[in-house]
């Protein structure tokens, strides 16, 4: 584990590793993917986020 991982499992009740792949195309709800604007707007479950933040 890196060190961002462990200050943030010290922080945290959870904490995840995801891979860096489609992860501002991919809704975090459902997992609908999306590629379109500069704001991300699930169609699947209306979940709606600025795309690169």
């Not at 975090?28 to 479950?45: A, H, I, L, W």
């Amino acid at each position: 584990m890196g060190s961002l991982t462990n200050l943030l499992s010290y922080k945290l009740a959870a904490c995840i590793e995801v891979e860096e792949h489609y992860t501002s195309q991919t809704c975090p709800v459902c997992g609908e993917r999306s590629k379109q604007g500069r704001t991300y707007r699930c169609r699947r479950c209306g979940y709606v986020a600025p795309r690169d933040v």
